[in-house]
């Protein structure tokens, strides 16, 4: 077995261009929870950043999806009415069909990877943009939200309410169910992603795909996969809002496929594909969970500054990104 | 003798309308390096692509190491031991050295990567080809060179048989180039054949053990590289077919007198292009370009003419300096240029005769002026007449001539601007004889009537005919400039151009 010296040093690998973002973003981490410590007496209260978590693991685990896609170089529009599709399915169906949650957990899981992959096989088949198709895709979900219903149901399955309720406590402090399952998928990711074939072709993919192809590796296969992986983590996102909110609503997450897009670029990893890290995600919707809570914490600003933090944010890392990125020509 | 390890015989193979190869015998000794070498259209891609399977043969046998195959594609080409090496490297940058030597192929333990076996085994792999690197280095922050003995290192793992490098060295320079050779060098001693491919002459005289010449689909002869000189090479490339051409009459083939050059570049030149060069053009003067192929003819003219940037030297038109900002500019200083594409680069295809005639004059006077339709008319009428284009149709397509009459209309567009420097790039390629032999006409012509022309042709008796003076290049450099006076004939060219006689 050799799985630690392999992390090892995978991890002690020279120091190069491609950490840079991650650096990056990790520093800005710092400084803004550095900031929060030294304006607030209650910011240093680890349940802050537990907080933080549990606000946003629905948000992290359809970044993780995200990331995916992104690595290839592609894009996914489709996210955040994915989930908002999963909150309305699952609860009509614990709600009005009086469904048990254990045959609707792995449906609206079933409903999202699906749609995944049909826009996966559309993307790769007829060589269509990825980002018309998931907008397609986007219109699609949306839209069959409201033709379930219009107003929120509200979910008062008893599993739904203990995975809302129920904490996970260490000493004075607590996470919810959802942050462990954000947490697992990430861990996941991650090792898919270095250490499976499937996690290097999307890397390989997403550098040069015509290089890919001429390699020899398996391009269709893990294209669509990457688009079914992001469909299935955002019908779990949305299990997890569902626990949040125990509601579901047509309304809910819209505009969260920017989020997510706007964590993984600040997490670090190129627009154009083949370069981040699934941390460098988790680094990314901490980044945009902390901006939140410190605008919360000061109390004098409108939330819609969370906005624009993010949006200059982003403008800042995109900048960074081509700094790094060697220019063709 | 050994056996050899690759056979092909009687290979043809034929497009619509283009016999690309015709019954081409070729074959491989295991531990040689063998040049495959030909002018462009001479069938060398052809023959490397039917050989990895990217095209079918129509006729003729495949025998790799004494089974007769048939290769469906690069991949299973390459799973029986024939590994294809491209110009443009064909790798991740964004990945490990190491990554990139095994993806697909990982070590794996129940679906686990090993990365340390991964990296062991390619340092181990490199470390054959005498190279000491980071195999956990990205691949992008190496130099090509060490990129491109990446690619050999992942070809030669996969299958060590046969390995075609195709034109590997373009794109080094010279000492990467000698990097290159140890390698390739090294490969030899272990008995894997090498099939290379490469315009560079000096390069074929070092490296390689046997030279196979192609010219137009057909094999001109296999012969051992120590036995063959230069110029007997580069007369088998060139082929000196005597044409069946249009005398023309002995025209005073003087020296332009003019004190100021019209087009005066001096120095110029552009890194990876061609190498800084001197090269004055005067009023009336036809200045042919002779060299071979990538010899960097076309990149002489697309750097007069500043479709690409110059990064070095300084053109000057007559007798005023000018920065070449890209066509408008060359436009503006009267100068024209028909590009040697003239389907993807000059022509389009789906406007008519008179349409694309008058395109160049209408950019050059602004769209806000159309010229009127009777202007158009008569300039059309003129210029289908003069050149007998034909049919004398101004509303056929372009689509639907042949390939000499749409030269002639592209040169028609380019004659109505009235230029001072006329820039043809190859072109009579791929025209008939009746209408080479009109085209030619029609530069001595218009030379005569006082415009210089800048002529490239593959062809050297063609620039021999035509020219007033020849400048020689040969790998990117400006090597020779000889007056056209009546000791001047192909021979001496061709002996110009293998000596190599560096300014």
Redesign the interface.
């Known amino acids: 077995m050799?799985?630690f010296?392999?992390v090892r040093?995978?991890l002690a690998?020279?120091q190069?261009r491609?950490y840079l973002p991650l650096y990056a973003t990790l520093a800005l981490l710092a400084l803004m929870y550095g900031s929060g410590v030294a304006q607030y007496e209650a910011f240093s209260d680890p349940q802050v950043v537990l907080n933080v978590f549990i606000d946003n693991g629905f948000l992290l685990v359809v970044a993780v999806g995200m990331t995916f896609v992104i690595l290839t170089g592609g894009i996914d529009l489709s996210v955040g009415a994915v989930v908002a599709l999963t909150t309305m399915v699952s609860a009509t169906l614990l709600q009005e069909q009086g469904w048990p949650a254990f045959t609707v957990l792995p449906l609206v899981l079933l409903i999202g990877a699906t749609l995944g992959f049909g826009m996966g096989c559309i993307i790769h088949y007829f060589e269509i943009q990825p980002f018309i198709v998931t907008l397609a895709g986007m219109f699609l979900a949306r839209g069959l939200c409201y033709t379930i219903g219009t107003s929120s149901i509200t979910i008062d399955d008893p599993f739904w309410t203990r995975m809302a309720q129920s904490k996970v406590r260490f000493g004075d402090n607590f996470i919810s169910p959802s942050v462990i399952i954000a947490l697992v998928v990430v861990l996941v990711a991650v090792y898919v992603l270095a250490?499976?074939?499937l996690g290097?072709?999307t890397?390989?993919i997403?550098?040069?795909p015509?290089?890919?192809h001429?390699?020899?590796?398996p391009i269709a296969r893990t294209r669509i996969a990457v688009y079914t992986i992001s469909g299935f983590c955002s019908a779990l996102g949305g299990v997890l809002l569902s626990f949040y909110m125990l509601s579901g609503n047509s309304l809910h997450a819209v505009g969260m496929e920017l989020d997510a897009i706007a964590a993984v670029v600040i997490g670090g990893t190129l627009l154009t594909g083949?370069?981040g890290f699934v941390l460098g995600t988790v680094l990314g919707v901490l980044v945009l969970g902390l901006i939140q809570t410190l605008i919360t914490f000061d109390g004098r600003l409108s939330s819609w500054w969370t906005k624009i933090v993010i949006g200059a944010l982003l403008f800042a890392f995109i900048l960074l990104q081509r700094l790094i990125t060697?220019r063709k020509r | 003798m050994t056996e050899a390890i690759l056979t092909m015989t009687g290979i043809s193979k034929e497009f619509p309308g283009v016999k690309a190869l015709s019954e081409v015998d070729f074959r491989l000794l295991p531990g040689e390096v063998h040049a495959l070498m030909g002018e462009n259209g001479a069938g060398k891609s052809t023959l490397i692509k039917v050989l990895t399977g990217v095209y079918d043969i129509d006729q003729g046998d495949i025998v790799l190491d004494g089974e007769p195959v048939r290769f469906s594609g690069p991949l299973q080409a390459q799973h029986a031991g024939v590994s294809t090496v491209y110009q443009e490297i064909n790798l991740c940058p964004n990945l490990s050295v190491a990554e990139n030597i095994f993806i697909g192929r990982e070590p794996r333990f129940l679906g686990h990567i090993r990365w340390s076996t991964v990296e062991r085994r390619a340092r181990e792999l490199l470390r054959r080809l005498q190279l000491d690197i980071d195999v956990s280095a990205t691949l992008g922050t190496y130099s090509l060179a060490v990129q491109q003995m990446v690619a050999i290192a992942r070809a030669i793992d996969i299958s060590a048989k046969v390995l075609i490098l195709d034109e590997p060295t373009s794109s080094l320079d010279a000492s990467e180039v000698q990097q290159l050779f140890r390698v390739i060098r090294q490969l030899k001693e272990e008995g894997i054949a090498i099939l290379f491919v490469t315009h560079f002459l000096d390069q074929v005289y070092e490296i390689a053990d046997r030279i196979t010449v192609l010219r137009n689909g057909r094999l001109v002869g296999e012969h051992r590289t120590s036995e063959l000189t230069l110029i007997d090479l580069i007369g088998k490339m060139i082929g000196k077919e005597l044409e069946v051409l249009e005398r023309l009459e002995d025209r005073p083939k003087r020296l332009a007198e003019d004190a100021v050059p019209l087009v005066d570049a001096r120095e110029l030149g552009r890194k990876g292009a061609v190498a800084p060069f001197s090269l004055t053009i005067h009023k009336g003067e036809v200045v042919g370009l002779a060299g071979l192929l990538g010899s960097g003819r076309t990149e002489v003219a697309r750097l007069i003419y500043g479709a690409d940037k110059a990064d070095h030297g300084q053109l000057t038109v007559a007798g005023r300096a000018v920065t070449m900002r890209g066509p408008r500019t060359a436009m503006a200083n009267d100068i024209a240029f028909c590009s040697e594409n003239r389907r993807t680069e000059g022509l389009i295809e789906e406007l008519t005769v008179r349409e694309n005639i008058v395109l160049a004059m209408q950019a050059t006077r602004g769209w806000t002026r159309p010229i009127p339709r009777r202007r158009q008319d008569e300039l059309v009428d003129k210029y289908v007449k003069a050149l007998d284009i034909r049919p004398p149709n101004p509303d056929a397509l372009v689509r639907n001539l042949s390939g000499g009459n749409q030269q002639k209309v592209l040169l028609a567009r380019w004659l109505i601007t009235e230029p001072r420097l006329l820039i043809l790039d190859e072109p009579t390629r791929g025209i008939d004889i009746g209408a080479k032999a009109e085209i030619q006409r029609l530069v001595a012509q218009l030379s005569d009537g006082g415009m210089a022309v800048l002529f490239v042709s593959a062809e050297l008796e063609e620039v021999l005919r035509l020219s007033h003076k020849v400048a020689v290049l040969r790998d990117r450099q400006l090597i020779a400039e000889l007056p056209n006076d009546d000791s001047l004939d192909v021979d001496r060219v061709m002996e110009t151009i293998a000596s190599g006689a560096k300014p």
Do not use: E, K, V
Request: aromatic share 6%.
């Open positions: 050799t799985t010296a392999d040093s995978r690998r020279p190069q491609r250490f499976t074939r290097r072709n890397y390989a997403g550098g040069n015509r290089s890919a001429l390699m020899g590796l083949g370069s060697p």
